[in-house]
């Protein structure tokens, strides 16, 4: 089958087109994650291996600290000393999702993919070894840096309340709605779905850029413009 690697601007390569996958890191400019064989890596731009193909997914940190799942389980990975601990002992975190580059949202609960990342209640932890609280939110996403959107569902999952989080894990804001415009969230704006209201968007700061409103068709941001498609 096909195979990835990469080559510079004078079209030496210098990591070998051998992979599955490759991808460039996020928060690590020159660094790639490679996948191969069910396992991950992390290369640096010269082919030197930063940490091993063994793993099986790896979350970046920063230039310092990564995450990788070993045995169904996170473990945070000191890319200095290629050194891996269990940074708390009493549990088995299952998953991570960045919301700064010190604070990630957690999850020990069995994860579903349906087609996004699904779990039983997430909560927020950061890599100095605090829990910022525990598993509470039906679901979290990053939305902009060091801020967090999540949601919990009333008891009929008709409806229920989107939160505004900062990095410290406070709420900042509440809102009456499900959050559903995934796509809109690294342009700063979240689309917010009431059954009975309609359609609302907020800002990075939570305030309203549109009120709720009512519609046959689908909310769609694309670069600042908001679309009623019908």
Known sequence: GDKEGVIDRNG?????IEYDSVQSAQSM????IV??????????????????LEYENITICNDSYAWVKENGEMLLYDIGRQEKKKLF???????????SEKVYAYTTGELIWQPKLWSEKWGMLDIDGH????EKYDEMVKFVENRAIAYIADE?????????L???????????????TYDSLSQGYVCLVDPWKGYGVIDADGNWVL?????????VIQEEVICDIR
Not at 166 to 180: A, D, H, I, T, Y
């Open 211 to 219: 009120e709720y409103f009512q519609s046959k068709g689908t909310l």
């Open 156 to 164: 009929n999952e008709d409806v229920g309340t989107t939160y505004l």
């Open 12 to 16: 030496k390569i210098v990591i070998p």
């Open 131 to 134: 829990i910022l609280f525990e």
């Open 166 to 180: 900062n990095e410290k894990g406070e709420v900042l804001k509440e809102f009456p709605g499900m959050m559903r």
């Open 29 to 32: 400019n020159g660094y790639f």
């Open 89 to 99: 002992p009493d549990i088995k975190i299952q998953a991570i999702i960045p919301v």
């Open 35 to 52: 996948y191969e064989d069910e396992k991950y890596g992390l290369l640096s731009k010269e082919g030197e291996i930063i940490i091993p």
